[in-house]
Nanobody, 123 residues
Framework: QVQLVDSGGGLVQAGGSLRLSCTAS????????MAWYRQAPGKQRELVAG??????SYADFVKGRFTISRDNVKIAVYLQMTSLKPEDTAVYYC??????????????????WGQGTQVTVSS
């Protein structure tokens, strides 16, 4: 059993920054693919960024503002968010799988999900 714990969300003004963290624990050999998704009220869950085998991918709406990184020793993934906008307000979830995922946007590719952390950006 693998557990993912998200943290780092909060309330921030537009233009501000936050750093989200997701740490894995449990019976882990390796989590090849890790990603961040978000879900705003009334909207579908959408990919924010993914990282797999050194390759990263970002949604167009965060390119140049968000950076995904990982720590393979701690088995953790991070999302550095800058220049935050009110439309970034959502619950952010980390996701992971032991497989190398080609399509980060395929929600069904992930075996493990964090509990979510709320990010609220005020205007």
């Amino acid at each position: 059993q693998v557990q993912l714990v998200d943290s780092g969300g909060g309330l921030v003004q537009a233009g501000g920054s936050l750093r989200l963290s997701c740490t894995a624990s449990g019976n882990i050999f390796r989590l090849n693919t890790m990603a961040w998704y978000r879900q705003a009220p009334g909207k579908q869950r959408e990919l924010v960024a993914g990282i797999s085998d050194g390759y990263t991918s970002y949604a167009d709406f965060v390119k140049g503002r968000f950076t995904i990184s990982r720590d393979n020793v701690k088995i953790a993934v991070y999302l550095q968010m800058t220049s935050l906008k009110p439309e970034d307000t959502a619950v952010y979830y980390c996701a992971a799988t032991s497989r190398s995922v080609a399509d980060f946007q395929n929600v069904r590719a992930y075996d493990y999900w964090g509990q979510g952390t709320q990010v609220t950006v005020s205007s």
